[in-house]
């Protein structure tokens, strides 16, 4: 089986990078695809969260939907097709957590946008797509 890790954040990046995977897997047997959103705790709302004396669960809890709101937009994509799609949320440094997880679950390919919600982020600290890179043990490809 050909498995594939689909990274999103809900971008439209992350998007084409979904169509993109949907025309390489069309007609094709044996394929598996995980799609992967990530959060961070205080990512989304950040200081305005302490202001609006929100706590840690809510905040928790919001991110969490935001990253399910994430694999909404991407599973739009591949509906009515007959492609074997798990979805998964999880919590961490986006970068690191895309690797575990191509690991874990023995990706043979990751596939993301190469911009996501993250650019101003990413020009401070170096781009999520650039360390997925270095630190991925499978082929990366990047969807503009």
Known sequence: MYTLLLA????????????????????????KIYVLSVYKFGLILGGEAM??????????????????????KVMAVFENTNVAIETMVKEGETAQVIVETAIAVNADQIVMGTRGMGDIKGMLMGSVSRKVISLSQCPVLLVK
Not at 54 to 70: S, V
């Open 51 to 72: 202001l609006a004396n929100i706590t840690r669960d809510e905040i928790t809890q919001m991110a969490i939907k935001e990253a399910q709101n994430a694999l909404d």
């Open 8 to 31: 999103t954040d809900g971008s439209d990046n992350s998007l084409s990078a979904a169509r993109k995977t949907l025309k390489m897997v069309e007609g094709r047997r044996n394929i």
